[in-house]
């Protein structure tokens, strides 16, 4: 017998959240370890061009950033993804994507707290496997309980961490800007923009693709964010235009400083050596301090959207009810909290964490190609409930490249990254098979 759902805990979260905590949220999922250390590998790939590899990722995530900022402002609710996908689609395959949205963002964590174990044991002048882990545990748990504190205690962490790590961006770009035209010294001369043709361009654009999967994130938390109607679609358009446009710029100044070849050979650390050109050990400290920032930005924000993920499944009955239960003192889902937290800390303690990195980044991609697709579903049977305050213009024409798009960087994306998450996806189909195929959510709200 099917189970329509219409749930409502008996406590709903508090919108806490203003227009700054939500952008906050969107910077601070993207800008996280990719800046620092992708412009040596993609510069190795694709030259001065892997400029435009990132701003194809950027008008890829604007072409999905315009469908979920409808939806969002259709259902601000939290859970993001799955709670529009399972509104359009029905509760299968929001099944599929909460699970694995929840997933995700849980490799995600994991890898970003190892990242900012290794930012910290390099300031602390070197360290070993083992303080690299021991501080990215405590960083984890850390987070974690900020969160169980109160979102508005998150999300005032993450307005801190994101405004400092900006500031030092910002002072590096703009000096490394001036610095290119000649200001400060000699003028550069420039290579030549594609000396790899335009292939490398499309397929380093697949693989820093990962820098651009936070401003979803934020619908993640859309129960919580105040005038939704008139902030979601500013945080989350803003978000990509804000990291856009820095990754490109970080690109054209790391390019103009050292050249493609020379950045290459400096792989992750390039931007620490490039800072070191312009203003010596102080230069790379702040730098070194800016990746250690927004590691910890990306993994509070990530930690956050993952337990809305599922605590949003479980107030759909497709988990145990007790997932979605709000802590009486702190007005947080602190169940659904250390559900993200503890296999996020058991991932930095035994597991390999990079390729699971990889992982997240497709099956973003399957959520991102679904949400354009469930724009075009719900304008074809607008439901009396769908009364958007932003609606995204050329629709159906604009989605359905969204859609495309989406879907098509997977080509691009490595063999072993594709096979693990499809066996994530497969994984979620056989949850809901035993747990949640009596559930009915099509049309719900």
Not at 133 to 138: E, Q, S
Not at 161 to 175: A, E, P, Q, R
Not at 220 to 232: D, F, K, S
């Amino acid at each position: 017998m099917s189970q329509e759902v219409q749930v409502e805990t008996e406590r709903e979260l508090e919108r806490t959240l203003g227009l700054t905590a939500a952008l906050a949220i969107g910077i601070g999922t993207m800008i996280g370890a990719g800046i620092f250390v992708f412009p040596g590998i993609a510069a190795g790939r694709a030259g001065p061009a892997a400029a435009a590899s990132f701003a194809i990722g950027a008008v890829i995530a604007l072409l999905v950033a315009l469908p979920a900022s409808e939806l969002a402002t259709a259902m601000p609710k939290s859970g993001g993804g799955y709670y529009f996908i399972s509104r359009g689609f029905g509760a299968f395959l929001g099944c599929l994507v909460g699970l694995s949205l929840w997933t995700g963002l849980v490799f995600a964590s994991a890898f970003y707290l190892v990242g900012f174990g290794e930012y910290a044991a390099a300031l602390a002048g070197g360290g070993d496997r083992w303080f690299v882990t021991a501080v990215a545990l405590v960083g984890g748990v850390v987070l974690t309980a900020v969160s169980v504190g109160g979102t508005e205690k998150a999300g005032e962490l993450q307005n801190g961490i994101v405004t400092l790590l900006l500031s030092i961006l910002v002072v590096f770009l703009v000096f490394g800007v001036l610095d290119s035209l000649g200001v400060f010294g000699a003028e550069q001369v420039p290579e030549r923009f594609a000396p790899f043709g335009l292939a490398p361009v499309f397929t380093t654009a697949a693989l820093v693709f990962t820098s651009y999967l936070g401003f979803v994130q934020v619908a993640t938390v859309a129960g919580e964010i105040r005038e939704p109607g008139r902030n979601l679609p500013i945080a989350m358009v803003g978000s990509v235009l804000v990291v856009g446009t820095l990754y490109v710029v970080m690109i054209y100044v790391s390019t103009s400083a050292f050249g493609a070849e020379r950045l290459a050979e400096l792989g992750e650390t390039a931007p620490v050596e490039v800072a070191r050109s312009y203003a010596g050990t102080p230069g790379a400290i702040a730098i070194l301090v800016a990746g250690l920032l927004a590691t910890v930005s990306s993994a509070n924000a990530s930690i956050l959207s993952s337990s809305r993920a599922i605590y949003a499944l479980s107030k759909d009955r497709l988990l145990p009810d007790g997932v979605a239960v709000v802590n009486e003192r702190f007005g947080t889902p602190h169940v659904a909290l250390g559900l993200a937290g503890g296999p996020i800390l058991a991932l930095v303690l035994f597991g390999r964490v990079e390729v699971l990195a990889e992982v997240a980044s497709f099956l973003h991609l399957v959520m991102y190609g679904l949400i354009c697709l469930t724009v075009i579903e719900l304008r074809r049977r607008e439901p009396g409930w769908y009364d958007p305050s932003f609606r995204m213009p050329g629709s159906p024409v604009l989605p359905a490249v969204g859609a495309v798009s989406s879907f098509g960087l997977i080509y691009f994306m490595a063999n072993l990254s594709i096979l693990v998450g499809c066996v994530v996806l497969v994984g979620a189909a056989l949850w809901y098979a035993f747990y949640g195929r009596d559930v009915s959510l099509r049309g719900a709200h």
